[in-house]
């Protein structure tokens, strides 16, 4: 069975931002920020963005839908990502909380390779 979420919860405006830009198809990749600080898979926006339903009411907050695609075989860490140069322009170095954002596809491609 295809294993689907909403993402739900992003309470930051560029962020938020990011969320509306993404369109059916695209990948995402998966960053657990809390414990273990690592990319871990891969998965494609199903559906574009959508008001959060967890969003306080009269908040404009959104959500977009996706499944997972695959998990990593070696997830990234976010100190593997720091210590090579070709990802010191990425925003998640730069702007540490910020929970969506773009990735250039060459880095994307690099990133997704590294965790194969």
Partial sequence: KEKTTIWDGVRNYQ???FLRAMKVGDSVLYYHSVDE???VGLAQVLATAFPDP?????E???SVKLKAVRAFA???TLDQL????????LLLLRQSR?????IPAKLFSAIVRLGA
């Fill in 15 to 17: 962020a938020r931002n």
């Fill in 37 to 39: 600080k690592a990319v």
């Fill in 54 to 58: 967890t969003s306080p009411k009269g």
């Fill in 74 to 76: 070696h997830p990234i």
């Fill in 60 to 62: 404009d907050w959104s």
């Fill in 82 to 89: 720091k210590a090579d140069k070709k990802f010191s322009d």
């Fill in 98 to 102: 910020l929970s969506v954002m773009p």
